[in-house]
């Protein structure tokens, strides 16, 4: 099939009047509003993350949302690469000469280009027809983000980046029974003060929560919440084409360690690791791991945590800690069910669920502490500007004294004025440790 042929193919709407994708159906992720608000910024907007997490039915969505507003079907192109169809140039100046035919300097255009990390050079090629015409709106996406790796230097100025996540629990609830639940939970707003609200649906956050985390990160779930048919499509529409098809972009010389290095940290997720000792273990040398673990984040599987420390050049020192990016992905590679996981288990994967749902929000940066001399450590440490937020994390239904005082602790030493547990109960209270200091008792699935 030649690419003119293809264009027409995968752009409907050209020979059928009224034509509409089938995504205007499904539930619109939440960050669906800040995109389309955008589509006349002359920005090139870019959608990355992991694979699965809806950015191909955002940009149909979007797509949809341009016909509706009568907009001619010719001024869109929507085109999907892959390793063997992947020539951007022939497929723009076919769609220029042959479907939009019109003059190029002037034109109003929006261009859908999904998959692009198959793409070589494709920043050089934007960057001339952006140069040439900013009314023409490229809205891109890609499952890896090897495609952002030269963005800062070709594109500065011209691109804003979307790293489309898997669903919130929030969006997840959403997805599930069409209302946006007000949390009780935690907000921390620009003085990170938090608010909260009396909400009534304790059992509904409490029962959905193992649901989520087993199945329901990702926009599939909604099409077919078959608990088998789930774990397998997860493993091989994700998994399978991550280690087969996106390792291809990185140059992997040995993809079976690279894979057993993600079987590792799928078992060791919320735990600090010691890249030279799992050398050893493993006969992998660190540079490598090291490597692995760079390409791990540009893939969007995992993230690796810094240890809270005065300087950076400590902390560039210090173990690290590593969260997984989807409990899904854990569940499926590694097959567990929740209610026969041991208590220290589930506890790591209830702090890497915390831990995925604070790193969200882009306005803090976010450390993990410990204290090798007392041995004393604090999941996480949030950080804005000067201020600083200490978040513990417990599983049991009732906060041990000891939890409080060793959050206390570190509060005193720093004078800082609050700090946050999120705990298994099902009450929402606040502890008075001194005159000037308290912590906020949380449910985790109110975060």
Not at 159 to 174: A, P, V
Not at 211 to 239: C, H, M, V, W
Not at 308 to 336: D, H, M, P, R, T
Not at 382 to 389: G, R
Request: glycine share 4%; charged share 25%.
């Amino acid at each position: 099939m030649d690419k003119l042929t293809g264009i027409f193919n995968q752009n409907p709407y050209y020979r059928i009047p009224g034509f509409v994708f089938p995504d205007i159906d499904l539930t619109k992720r939440f960050i669906f509003d800040d995109i389309i608000n955008l589509l006349d910024s002359n920005f090139i907007i870019s959608l990355s993350g992991l694979r699965r997490t809806g950015k191909t039915t955002i940009l149909k969505q979007c797509i949809n949302y341009l016909l509706s507003k009568s907009i001619s079907p010719e001024s869109i192109l929507y085109y999907e690469f892959d390793e063997i169809n992947n020539d951007l140039e022939d497929v723009l100046e076919l769609y220029f000469n042959n479907v939009l035919r019109k003059d190029l300097y002037s034109v109003k255009c929006y261009i859908f280009l999904d998959e692009l990390q198959y793409v070589d050079y494709w920043q050089v090629i934007l960057k001339r027809y952006y140069d040439i015409n900013p009314g023409i709106q490229f809205v891109i996406s890609g499952s890896s983000s090897l495609y952002n790796k030269n963005i800062k230097e070709s594109l500065t100025g011209r691109i804003l980046n979307f790293n489309i996540k898997t669903l919130s629990f929030h969006e997840y609830l959403f997805f599930k029974f069409g209302k946006k639940y007000q949390f009780t939970g935690f907000i921390i707003n620009d003085d990170f003060l938090k608010t909260l609200s009396d909400y009534n649906d304790i059992v509904l956050y409490k029962n959905e929560l193992n649901e989520y985390l087993s199945y329901g990160e990702f926009p599939q779930y909604f099409r077919n919440n078959n608990a088998a048919l789930l774990t397998q499509y997860y493993k091989d529409s994700i998994l399978k084409n991550i280690f087969t098809k996106d390792i291809n972009l990185f140059n992997v010389n040995n993809i079976k360690s690279f894979y057993e290095f993600f079987r590792l940290l799928t078992r060791t997720t919320a735990q600090e690791i010691n890249i030279s000792g799992i050398s050893r273990d493993i006969q992998i040398n660190s540079r490598t791991l090291k490597r692995y673990q760079d390409i791990m984040e540009k893939m969007f599987l995992s993230e690796f945590l810094y240890k809270y420390e005065k300087s950076f050049a400590k902390q560039a020192k210090s173990f690290k800690k590593v969260f997984v990016k989807s409990i899904n992905l854990i569940k499926a590679e590694l097959g567990f069910y929740f209610d026969t996981l041991e208590k220290s288990v589930y506890g790591h994967i209830i702090e890497t669920f915390v831990y995925n749902e604070l790193a969200r929000s882009d306005t803090y940066e976010i450390y993990y502490y410990n204290n090798t001399k007392t041995k004393k450590e604090i999941a996480f440490i949030l950080v804005k500007d000067n201020c600083i937020l200490p978040v513990e994390v417990k599983t049991s239904d009732k906060i041990r004294q000891s939890t409080l005082n060793n959050l206390f602790s570190f509060i005193r030493d720093k004078n800082l004025k609050r700090g946050i547990v999120f705990y298994g109960g099902d009450k929402v209270y606040t502890e008075k440790m001194s005159d000037n200091v308290t912590i906020e008792c949380i449910p985790y699935y109110f975060i």
